[in-house]
């Protein structure tokens, strides 16, 4: 999936707008989970020290994915109703990245690297387990 577009969006509330520009970003993410079947990843964030800064993490599986998006009637009432409430200050700051992998790094099953083969992890418990109950 080396085609992957990532874009990275920051966007600042207007002063005191920050949870009803919070309840407006989980409407959207729901309107994008519903009609963008080629958006992988669609996430805003919230700054844990400027409760009025958010930050857009998402991914979509090539051009066609993100072009869908760009002209979504959703996208366009958020921006619309995000505008006409006055919910942000300034204009959104925006980065593209295109993947240079086919893929992301792998799960590890057991958690950390190395987790798998340490005695007394659960994984070395399971497999233990599963083992003697095949006799």
């Given amino acids: 999936m080396a085609d992957v577009l990532t ?3 920051k966007i600042r509330a207007a002063k005191g707008k920050g949870d009803a520009l919070a ?3 989980k409407e959207q993410v729901a309107a994008v989970r519903r009609a963008e079947p ?3 990843v669609y996430r805003p964030h919230r700054s844990t020290k400027d409760p009025d800064l958010f930050i857009f993490y998402e991914q979509y599986k090539d051009d066609a994915a993100f072009d869908l998006h760009r002209k979504a009637p959703h996208l366009a009432a958020y921006r619309e109703r995000r505008e006409k409430e006055g919910l942000t200050e300034g204009p959104a700051e925006v980065e593209i990245y295109r993947s240079i992998t086919d893929e992301a790094c792998p799960r590890r099953r057991g958690g950390a690297p190395g987790a798998a083969t340490r005695p007394g992890t659960r994984a070395v418990r399971d497999r233990w387990a599963w083992s003697t ?3």
Avoid: F, S, T
């Fill in 23 to 25: 309840a407006l970003l």
């Fill in 7 to 9: 874009v990275v969006a």
């Fill in 38 to 40: 080629g958006c992988l």
């Fill in 133 to 135: 109950a095949r006799g």
